[in-house]
């Protein structure tokens, strides 16, 4: 009975969670590799938004028999209003673990720790030799829920696999599109840059789907993200509904304690 009551509350809480899944496109989608591929006779590029928040992933291939080189720095995701977020920053990433352990000899305590990690710091320019590639890292540029969706390009259409769920699902076109944004990056053939190549590759969203359905019901895509948010009731829930998992378990327990404790015993009667 508790495990059923606690499975309620799980159950309740995650169905105040909504999400969308956004879908984007752009004139380099390749539908036969379901992919965003920019190429030429030099480099070619491939464009990965798979996961949470819009993790942009860039993977740079060189074509050529010459190094080829990146400079982060200069590269960066342009957003509709003119914003702009660098695919580099002057930070240094640090993990470590410590091992500790204590001996006591008589009223004598002695103990040590070691600490090991890793520094780790994105370079501001990669160097790419002939026929390899290049990645940077999953870098998230789009966070936030799209509210105010029109009413007019709204449709109901079946959720993946799952069967008889519908999901509301809205359709854009470049003129119209909610959220747009640019992908500027910034190579050369020579590592002092003087022949930079330029190459500046728009994207926008072509559609929305919004449900409570959550990502594992959906096969990852490269071209598409998801956000999440959690409902008014969800908040709410959120702080009743736990007092309420603590309060129906110590509830639930005593009950169950009571149900199986032995009652007392009959009184002695005398011969």
């Known amino acids: 009975?508790?495990?059923?009551?606690?499975?309620?509350?799980?159950?309740?809480?995650?169905?105040?969670?909504?999400y969308q899944y956004i879908t984007l496109d752009s004139n380099v989608y390749r539908q036969d590799q379901q992919s965003f591929i920019w190429e030429n006779d030099t480099v070619r590029i491939r464009y990965i938004f798979s996961g949470n928040s819009c993790p942009l992933t860039v993977q740079i291939y060189n074509k050529m028999t010459q190094p080829l080189y990146v400079d982060w720095k200069k590269s960066a995701v342009v957003y509709g209003d003119g914003s702009r977020l660098s695919l580099w920053n002057d930070q240094v990433n640090i993990s470590s673990t410590t091992?500790?352990?204590?001996?006591?000899?008589?009223?004598?305590?002695?103990?040590?720790?070691?600490?090991s990690g890793m520094i780790d710091k994105r370079e501001q320019?990669?160097?790419?030799?002939?026929?390899?590639?290049?990645?940077?890292?999953?870098?998230?540029i789009m966070s936030?829920?799209?509210r105010e969706l029109p009413a007019d390009l709204k449709?109901?259409?079946?959720?993946?696999?799952?069967?008889?769920?519908k999901v509301d699902r809205y359709s854009f076109t470049p003129d119209n599109t909610p959220f747009t944004f640019r992908c500027f990056l910034?190579?050369?053939?020579?590592?002092?840059?003087?022949?930079s190549i330029y190459i500046d590759q728009p994207f926008w969203v072509s559609g929305i789907m919004q449900t409570s359905m959550g990502p594992s019901l959906v096969l990852p895509a490269d071209n598409m993200f998801y956000v999440s948010r959690t409902t008014t009731m969800g908040h709410i829930m959120g702080g009743v509904g736990t007092v309420a998992i603590v309060a129906g378990a110590v509830y639930l327990e005593a009950e169950s304690e009571s149900y199986y404790a032995p009652g007392p015993p009959p009184p002695h009667r005398r011969r």
Not at 4 to 14: H, Y
Not at 99 to 115: D, E, F, K
Not at 125 to 140: D, E, G, H, K, Q
Request: charged share 10%; aromatic share 10%; hydrophobic share 45%.
């Open 155 to 165: 449709k109901r259409v079946p959720f993946g696999d799952v069967n008889d769920t």
């Open 144 to 146: 936030n829920f799209i």
């Open 1 to 18: 009975m508790k495990k059923i009551f606690l499975l309620f509350f799980i159950v309740l809480l995650g169905s105040c969670t909504q």
């Open 125 to 140: 320019i990669s160097f790419i030799p002939p026929n390899s590639y290049v990645s940077v890292r999953p870098l998230a």
């Open 99 to 115: 091992v500790g352990s204590s001996v006591r000899v008589g009223h004598i305590t002695m103990g040590g720790a070691q600490t």
């Open 186 to 195: 910034t190579l050369a053939t020579n590592d002092n840059f003087s022949n």
